[in-house]
T-cell receptor, first 117, second 114 residues
Framework: GAVVSQHPSRVICKSGTSVKIECRSL??????MFWYRQFPKKSLMLMAT?????????EQGVEKDKFLINHASLTLSTLTVTSAHPEDSSFYIC?????????????FGPGTRLTVL | AQKVTQAQTEISVVEKEDVTLDCVYE???????LFWYKQPPSGELVFLIR??????QNEISGRYSWNFQKSTSSFNFTITASQVVDSAVYFC???????????FGTGTRLQVFP
């Protein structure tokens, strides 16, 4: 299958700082990427849908100004958690797909564990 | 609205036992896809199976098997002769399209003891 990477895999930051998480499709061009969030021992919840070259579509209840998503190229989407607070500590996972892909399915990244102190 | 229910929060079994993880879904769509993922302690999601709504055939892959029944809106997952390496959280998920956003169930934590 295709490969999706995330960087960093783990980040610890102080409250009030901003953190950027990258999601890259390594061997295909992703027109759409999804960002999910998983609290400890909880399920994955969709945060937003990111389409290359356009604004992200956020799920109800997700703060757009706090979770900035940029899908500037066909291989990269970034999620920036602005002014992070301890309640933002979570596991963030992205998935990517493209209709032009040989695989015609979406692939998940390995996730980024964010801890805000 | 779409919804996935995994009523079993945690299951503990002893190695070599068979175990079935339940998944019940709700959707108004006539076409949809169902998935199972495994999430080991590392956190990475491991894709196990995808099934579309028009294919009700059960599937077997090694020790894994899936039972899809539209009449009861269920997509259950059975592990035969469980092994310690099967210990993980298992998620059932639903989407409208193969490449659409996924609606995940709450997951079932499986612990297999030696």
């Amino acid at each position: 299958g295709a490969v999706v990477s995330q960087h960093p895999s783990r980040v610890i930051c102080k409250s009030g700082t901003s953190v950027k998480i990258e999601c890259r499709s390594l061997d295909f061009q992703a027109t759409t990427m999804f960002w999910y969030r998983q609290f400890p021992k909880k399920s994955l919840m969709l945060m937003a849908t990111s389409n290359e070259g356009s604004k992200a579509t956020y799920e109800q209840g997700v703060e757009k100004d706090k979770f900035l998503i940029n899908h500037a190229s066909l291989t990269l989407s970034t999620l920036t958690v602005t002014s992070a607070h301890p309640e933002d500590s979570s596991f963030y996972i992205c998935s990517a797909w493209t209709p032009d892909s040989f695989y015609n399915e979406q692939f998940f990244g390995p996730g980024t564990r964010l801890t805000v102190l | 609205a779409q919804k996935v229910t995994q009523a079993q929060t945690e299951i503990s079994v002893v190695e070599k036992e068979d175990v079935t993880l339940d998944c019940v879904y709700e959707t108004r769509d006539t076409t949809y896809y169902l998935f199972w993922y495994k999430q080991p302690p590392s956190g990475e999601l491991v894709f196990l199976i995808r099934r579309n709504s028009f294919d009700e055939q059960n599937e077997i892959s090694g020790r894994y098997s899936w039972n899809f029944q539209k009449s009861t809106s269920s997509f259950n997952f059975t592990i035969t002769a469980s092994q310690v390496v099967d210990s993980a959280v298992y998620f059932c998920a639903l989407s409208r399209y193969n490449t659409d956003k996924l609606i995940f169930g709450t997951g079932t934590r499986l612990q297999v003891f030696p």
